[in-house]
C-alpha cells in the first residue's frame, strides 16, 4: 500500500511535464520580437532624411521709375522665368500689391505689364501666366511684384532646432550611451538639399554623356606608339593649364 506523500507526488509529475512544456512552446513563438541595440536613430540620414517634395519658388521684383525693369532684376526675372519652363509645375503667379499710393500704382501696373511681356519672349503662354493682388500690410515699407510657381524640390523631412533630450545630466542612460545630439546634422542635411540644383540626382545618377572623340583618338595613337597620353605639368611659372594641354 502507498503511503499519501508518494501518491501526491505522483500526481504532482503531469502537471509539472505540462508547465514545463508550455514554457517551452511559449519560448519558440514564431511572432516574438527581440529589441537589440538602441532604438534611437544613429545615423543622420535617418534622423534628419532628405526628401523630395512640391515647395514654392518666388521672386521679388521691385517697381523702378516709372515701371521698367532695371537690367539687375531683369536678369533675375529671366533666371526665374528659365527655371520655371524647365522645373515649373502648374501656372507663374504674378502677384501685385493693392492698396499702395496713387503715386506707385501706375509703376506697379507698368512693372507687372513689362513682366508678362518678358515672360511671354521667353516662351511662357499666355495661359501659363496667373494675375493676382495681395494686401500689403505696411504703407511705409517698399511693396514687391511677387512671382511664384510650383516645383519639385529636396529638403529635410523635419525641422532643425529641435531638443528631444536634454543636453544636460537629466537622463543618465542618454549621457552614458556616447550617442549624438538629435540635432546633430541637420543643418549639414539642409545645405546639402538647398545646394542640389536638380532634386532627380538624389535619386537616380545621370546617363554618360557624349564622348570627347578628338581626345580619345588623340589618346590611343599615343599609347599605340607607346608614349605616355597622361598631361605633362611643369610647374615654371610661365605655363598655364589651357596652352599645356592645348601642346599635348
Not at 532684376?73 to 515649373?88: K, N, P, T, W
Not at 519639385?152 to 531638443?163: H, R, S
Request: positive net charge; proline residues 7%.
Amino acid at each position: 500500500m502507498s503511503s499519501p506523500a508518494r501518491t501526491s507526488v505522483s500526481r504532482a509529475w503531469p502537471v509539472a511535464a505540462a508547465v514545463l512544456l508550455a514554457a517551452g512552446l511559449g519560448a519558440c513563438r514564431a511572432d516574438r520580437v527581440e529589441t537589440t541595440g538602441s532604438t534611437y536613430p544613429i545615423d543622420v540620414r535617418t534622423r534628419h532624411p532628405i526628401v523630395l517634395a512640391d515647395a514654392d519658388r518666388t521672386l521679388d521684383v521691385f517697381p523702378t521709375g516709372i515701371g521698367h525693369i532695371d537690367p539687375r532684376q531683369r536678369a533675375d526675372i529671366e533666371a526665374f522665368l528659365v527655371e520655371y519652363r524647365r522645373y515649373g509645375r502648374g501656372i507663374l503667379l504674378v502677384e501685385l500689391p493693392r492698396g499702395v499710393s496713387p503715386a506707385l500704382a501706375g509703376p506697379v501696373e507698368r512693372t507687372g505689364a513689362s513682366i508678362r511681356r518678358l515672360a511671354a519672349e521667353m516662351g511662357v503662354p499666355a495661359a501659363g501666366v496667373r494675375v493676382a493682388a495681395y494686401p500689403i500690410a505696411n504703407l511705409t515699407l517698399a511693396s514687391p511684384l511677387r512671382l511664384s510657381f510650383q516645383r519639385m524640390q529636396a529638403k529635410v523631412a523635419d525641422k532643425c532646432g529641435l531638443w528631444p533630450r536634454d543636453l544636460g545630466a537629466s537622463d543618465l542612460r542618454a549621457n552614458w550611451s556616447n550617442e549624438p545630439t538629435w540635432n546633430l546634422g541637420c543643418a549639414m542635411q539642409s545645405n546639402v538639399a538647398a545646394q542640389v540644383a536638380d532634386p532627380i540626382d538624389l535619386v537616380r545618377g545621370r546617363p554618360e554623356g557624349r564622348i570627347d572623340t578628338v581626345l580619345r583618338t588623340k589618346d590611343l595613337g599615343q599609347l599605340r606608339e607607346g608614349k605616355d597620353p597622361s598631361t605633362q605639368w611643369r610647374q615654371d611659372g610661365q605655363t598655364n593649364v589651357s596652352s599645356e594641354v592645348k601642346s599635348q
